[in-house]
């Protein structure tokens, strides 16, 4: 009996002691790297390539990659990634040669994108995208953009404001759970022009549709999305940029809890200008995609009304809770520019200069109303036909308070 009670102790006192060495072997180590691909690819240039591949880089990577304040691509302090996936910083992905992306070959570039190993042969974890399913001229396109003379890459010798610190649960998880995703082994090739379910499911897979709006980034099956839990079901807890939790919407043609009762157009308006149907604004985390055309939006529809049925009320988002000082500040909550541009106006895009470079107030609501007429292909929403006319006035004087604070914070 003795010898029995002394032999549990010890085999739990040595599995204490292993699980405490890996622990720390996975807390201090570095992230597993791979063998990577030496892939001997020269993506051709021609205008098609590249205005295609903006329309995709648009609607899948800048919302990522984008400096808030320079509007380009320079990285930025991913402030919505959980907190338990430690302190993530995306990265310059300019031309620079040093300081962005200009040294990569297309193969180096092309492996990451499909299988996130990069050319040092870490793999990136769930936080940056993986395309294993676009096709081949797509991802062509993708690499003939970042190579472009578009301003929106056009070398710029800045660092990231940080650097990824994963977290001990990130790092746990790149050994035990994700892995990269294996090269295609054969062409991908577009999907069939004349089907639009095809065309559709090939969109909400490959700009990333899916994993944001199923259960959970934990459980993203990037190889067989479909075999994702609660598949674009949404409940997705995501973060906005004050901290508050916003749920992603369940996109299965549910009647109630899903968008089964929502017509097509009303869906394309969803997707290309940021409003539901009854004329609230979809906010940050999702963003508008107006670089879409409307019959793409028109065939993830299609495809979304075939996929099987969940029903999961989604919670509704978080309001972050803040006094808010008057009627302009009420407003700026209530129609959810904060939830694009933080409290203190500086959020994923900064509207701090707005004052200066607006300087009538009737310039400045022009802008809120209709920014598409001043910066075509722009991702602010318009906002004409839903705000209150007299809203306005207030809301702009806010924008301005929001100008000048940020003005007497600077030292300068
Ligand atoms: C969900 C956010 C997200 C999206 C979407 C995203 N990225 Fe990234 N990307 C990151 C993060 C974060 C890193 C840095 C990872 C790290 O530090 O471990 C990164 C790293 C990279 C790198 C490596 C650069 C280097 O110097 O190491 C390249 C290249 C890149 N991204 C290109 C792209 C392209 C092209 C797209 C669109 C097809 C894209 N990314 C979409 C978040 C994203
Ligand atoms: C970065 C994560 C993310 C990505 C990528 C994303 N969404 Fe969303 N989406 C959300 C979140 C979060 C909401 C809820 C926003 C809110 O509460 O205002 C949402 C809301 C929506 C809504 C409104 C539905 C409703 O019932 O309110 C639609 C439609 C939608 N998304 C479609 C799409 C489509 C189509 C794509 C791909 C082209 C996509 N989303 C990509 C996060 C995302
Ligand atoms: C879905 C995200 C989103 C929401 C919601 C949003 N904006 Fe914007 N806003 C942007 C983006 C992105 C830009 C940068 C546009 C560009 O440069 O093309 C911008 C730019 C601006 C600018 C101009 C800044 C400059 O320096 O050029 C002002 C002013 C502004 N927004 C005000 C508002 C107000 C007021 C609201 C609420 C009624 C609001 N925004 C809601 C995304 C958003």
Redesign the pocket.
């Known amino acids: 009996m003795k010898t029995a009670v002394k032999l549990i102790g010890g085999i739990v006192i040595l599995l204490v002691i292993a699980g405490a060495a890996l622990a720390t072997f996975v807390h201090l180590g570095h992230p597993p790297t791979y063998e990577t691909l030496a892939l001997e690819l020269a993506i051709e240039s021609t205008p098609e390539r590249v205005a295609r591949g903006k329309v ?2 648009s609607a ?2 800048l ?3 984008m400096d808030p304040v320079t509007q380009k691509v320079t990285g930025k302090h ?1 402030s919505d990634t959980p907190p338990e996936f430690g302190a ?6 300019t031309r620079h040669p040093e300081k ?2 200009g040294s ?1 070959t297309d193969g180096e ?1 092309a492996y ?2 499909r299988t996130g190993v ?1 050319r040092d042969g ?1 793999y ?2 769930p ?3 993986k ?1 294993p399913h676009m096709s081949d001229e797509d991802l062509a396109s ?1 690499l003939a953009f ?1 190579r472009s003379d578009d301003p929106l890459v056009a070398p710029e010798a800045v660092d990231p404001p940080g ?2 610190r ?1 977290s001990f649960l990130t790092k746990l998880l790149t050994r035990l759970v994700f892995a990269p995703i294996p090269y295609p082994d054969a062409p991908v090739v577009d999907p069939p022009p004349d089907d639009e379910v095809a065309l559709g499911r090939y969109l909400v897979v490959n700009l ?1 549709c899916f994993s944001c709006h199923s259960e959970d980034f934990k459980t993203t099956n990037v190889e067989h999305p479909e075999e994702t839990p609660g598949y674009l079901g949404g409940g997705n807890p995501l973060l906005g940029l004050s901290g508050e939790t916003v749920f992603s919407a369940n996109l299965t043609p549910h009647e109630t809890t899903g968008i089964g009762s929502w017509s097509r157009d009303e869906f394309v308006r969803a997707v290309r200008e940021g409003f539901r149907p009854d004329n609230t604004p979809i906010l940050y985390p999702m963003a508008p995609m107006p670089e879409l055309s409307e019959a793409e939006v028109g065939a993830m529809y299609t495809y979304l009304r075939s996929v099987p049925v969940i029903a999961r009320a989604v919670p509704k988002r978080e309001r972050p809770t803040r006094a808010e000082q008057d009627e302009g500040e009420r407003h700026y909550y209530y129609y959810g520019c904060y939830s694009c541009h933080g409290d203190d106006g500086l959020g994923i895009a900064d509207l701090r200069r707005a004052a200066s470079k607006f300087p009538s107030d009737a310039e400045l609501r022009r802008w809120v109303e209709d920014p598409s007429t001043i910066r075509p292909g722009t991702k602010m929403p318009t906002w004409r036909g839903v705000i209150r006319e007299e809203h306005y006035a207030p809301l702009i004087a806010h924008v301005r308070r929001l100008g000048e604070q940020a003005a007497l914070a600077k030292p300068e």
């Open positions: 995709l880089a899948i990577c919302g990522c990659h991913m993530i910083y995306s990265k310059n992905i962005g992306i990569w570039l990451l994108l990069g870490v990136v974890p936080y940056m995208v395309l993708i970042l650097v990824t994963p990333d």
